[in-house]
């Protein structure tokens, strides 16, 4: 009896062509990996193992895989479990000793979420050392920054740049943490429990470039998490990108225009000559909010599904994770393009500097210094000044009121101080904005990057070298 014809269109033919299309490469290898173990551990004697080992190289170079889901199997697995029995006979069957498809299948999903995650770790990287040029540079470009919407105290771009590529690096951090969960071997779990032969689990886990076999059995075909870690870590980061790309939207307004992009990225009104769209900011945003919804329907898929080994842990649910990390890719590339070609109008920012009195908590500041008064006494002399409409001669009032003589401080040092770059220029604290201060985050970041890039390094070393060993212990079976 063959299966519903709605069961099948909707299930076993998207199954089955995911598979077909998506996971051969792991499928092939943790084949390899599994019948080099089970001849090293004698479990198959090495007459059936080189008769494997010849049929499978045979199948790699020869088998067409149908574009139709073929009838009398219910999934990849089978149809090349058939083609092997075509070419071997009644020993075909011995390749599928101590395993099953549930620690098959998982072993295989693994490999492939670790592929997409290095790709996108080495080009989040590369965005993070081209960011790192780009904070250089912009070291002495002046940019307001706002609070609760409104203009607060001036920076400077790299600034504003190394404080979101801190962030954006610990999501890379995350995503490294959430890798070593994922590069775990669940080979030699089997159904659940193992089983009675003497497999060993460490060899299967070494030449597929795991970090050790998953520790409990149960637990390798049941976790959810070599999912939802990198999922959650992914979203993290499209937040934070979503969040950056609507501060720059605001910060490029006609109402505010600090920044500006390149007539490259900037899209024209088919009515209204004078407008200039940075529609590629909302191109980001869109984009971020498309790939952010499909890493959480796969946190929120796990919400009450049995702790058991479920269809929600199957290739089904990879369909939105690769989509998300499809989309990721696609947007860090408009995300370097963006960040990289703005650039700051500084005459709008001394405009709005001025106008509005980002500086005047420097004037606060200075006053304690330089008239040894309380910053609270400061801070209600200097309120005077900016409700006045910044009137040298209200400040005066106001101070001579309040301490009881006259400010000696001249308009040319009040001006001074008043300054937007003398603002920047003094707030030598690490992590401030001044270059001097700024060497430090520089510094921060730079040794993050460092040890991100030295772990993924040691990762990807280690996969190419078990690559290289599984297929000389393969090719010598016989």
Not at 87 to 96: D, F, N, V
Not at 252 to 272: K, N, R, T, W
Request: hydrophobic residues 40%; glycine residues 6%; negative net charge.
């Amino acid at each position: 009896m063959g299966f519903s014809p709605i069961y099948s269109k909707h299930v076993l033919e998207k199954s089955y062509k995911h598979w077909a299309t998506t996971f051969l490469d792991e499928f092939g290898r943790q084949n390899k990996a599994h019948l080099i173990m089970l001849a090293r551990q004698g479990i198959i004697d090495s007459k059936t193992a080189s008769a494997l080992k010849k049929s499978m190289s045979k199948l790699d170079s020869t088998m067409e895989i149908p574009g139709e889901f073929p009838e009398g199997v219910e999934d990849l697995f089978f149809y090349y479990e058939k083609q092997l029995e075509l070419l071997l006979g009644e020993k075909a069957g011995s390749l599928h000793t101590a395993r099953s498809r549930n620690d098959m299948d998982t072993t295989v999903f693994r490999l492939y979420v670790r592929k997409l995650m290095i790709s996108l770790i080495k080009q989040m990287l590369l965005l993070a050392e081209a960011l790192i040029e780009k904070i250089r540079a912009s070291r002495e470009q002046l940019l307001v920054l706002y609070t609760h919407g409104q203009p607060a105290q001036v920076s400077t771009l790299a600034h504003y740049l190394s404080s979101f590529l801190i962030e954006f690096l610990e999501g890379l951090e995350g995503l490294n943490t959430s890798m070593r969960v994922v590069n775990q071997c669940p080979l030699g779990a089997a159904a659940i429990t193992t089983t009675g032969f003497n497999i060993d689990r460490q060899l299967v886990s070494d030449l597929l470039g795991f970090e050790r076999p998953v520790p409990n059995s149960y637990q390798a075909i049941v976790t959810s998490h070599w999912l939802t870690y990198p999922s959650m870590w992914f979203k993290s980061i499209l937040n934070d990108i979503t969040r950056l790309m609507a501060d720059m939207g605001h910060k490029a307004s006609c109402e505010v225009g600090m920044l500006s992009f390149p007539d490259e990225l900037v899209q024209v009104s088919s009515i209204m000559p004078q407008k200039r769209n940075p529609v590629i900011i909302e191109h980001i945003r869109i984009q971020s909010g498309m790939a952010a919804s499909d890493f959480q329907s796969l946190i929120d898929l796990f919400h009450n599904v049995p702790y058991q080994d479920v269809n929600e842990v199957a290739d089904a649910p990879i369909t939105s994770f690769t989509r998300g990390c499809e989309t990721l890719s696609g947007l860090l590339e408009l995300l370097e393009e963006t960040l990289l070609k703005v650039s700051v109008d500084e005459r709008k920012v001394d405009d709005i500097a001025i106008a509005t009195g980002t500086t005047t908590t420097e004037l606060a500041d200075e006053l304690v210094r330089r008239e040894a008064i309380s910053f609270r006494t400061a801070h209600v002399v200097t309120s005077a000044f900016v409700k006045s409409g910044y009137s040298f001669e209200t400040l005066r009032r106001k101070f001579s009121e309040l301490v009881g003589r006259a400010l000696e401080m001249s308009d040319l040092e009040l001006r001074k101080v008043l300054s937007p770059r003398h603002f920047v220029q003094v707030r030598n604290v690490p992590g401030g904005p001044s270059i001097s201060a700024m060497e430090s985050v520089i510094t921060f970041i730079e040794e993050k990057v460092k040890i991100i890039t030295d772990s993924l390094n040691g990762l990807i070393k280690n996969i190419v070298e078990r690559e290289e060993q599984l297929s000389v212990e393969f090719n010598g079976l016989g």
